[in-house]
């Protein structure tokens, strides 16, 4: 009896100890109250941050982390037909300012058509499939992350050039062949960080060639347009804005549609789920436009449809880089702001 009351004994020590361990610190620069410094402890080890007490910069990215914190609990939506989901994401301890260089200014780009032109078809014995999804055929390059420079435009046509020659060309797996970014987009425009248009950059492709990943490798500034040896994957490039029944079947038969959308500050911690916020230019959190690439469709088990779309802020966001956005009812003006659709053709 007394051997079993030494050896409950010594248990309760060992979990009254294993508690103090865990127990909660203090931020030294007192900002963050100890849950929240508790959690940027974690963010800091997870997403690899440099963050000395007592330094202004860390200073200031403990503000942002307490400032967006406040926000993510308001951007839960409860939604159990979409199963949204919102999270600290590598973006929070970044400042409004930090975000909006990863978005393009909308004031420069053109205006988004007032509706949905053509909508889905309902449902027939020869409608699309009801999901699909790229991926699986072994044609889509890893996510590619373009930091701090707004070039999102250059990585969505890239995405869907490289994916679509892929398809064509029947390059699998190892084989894929993957598109230089900085070259796309040093030889699109002068100052490629500022933003820009995925037609745009598709166009460029088709008539002056896309240099592989491997020859001219990504660095997120502006650099002179390079002199070296380009493929010349594009055939044709399709605009399909509005018509939500040819992007449709497009994706399911041929290849994947680059498209532009208003983004909303939440969409920055977007974790899973169908994302539905209806950002608009006068939304109180609105930041600027964004452009990825689609790569597939499905519906949820609540009966919402939506688009699976590939992203280019690397595989930390989201689901592991990609997210669903709701299909069909032009969410964040998803539909009728620009979908571009590139043809590949057979090369080398």
Known sequence: MNRL???LLLG????AIAKIGRVKKADKDGILDEEDNDKFETFKGRFKRNCTDG???C????RNFANNLKRIKKFQKNNTDTKEEFGVTEFADWSTADLKKLVINPDKMPAPLDSIVVPEPKRSKRA???AFDWRTKGVVTPVKNQGQCGCCWAFAASAAVETASNIINKRYNASQRSYSEQQIMTCTQSSPCNGGWPATAL???KTKGAARTATVPYTGKETACPSVAVDMPVNTVVDMTGNVASALSFVGTTGPITAAFYVCEDFYYYTSGI???NCTTSSANFLGGHAVTIMGYG?????VNYWLVKNSWGTNWGMAGYFQIKRGTDTCKFETWGLSAPTAKVIA
């Open 299 to 303: 519906t949820n088990s609540a009966g």
């Open 5 to 7: 009351v030494v050896l």
């Open 12 to 15: 309760l020590t060992g979990l």
């Open 59 to 62: 200073k200031q990215r403990k």
């Open 55 to 57: 330094a202004d910069a």
């Open 275 to 277: 994302y539905s916020t």
């Open 128 to 130: 699309t499939a009801t």
């Open 203 to 205: 166009n460029s492709i």
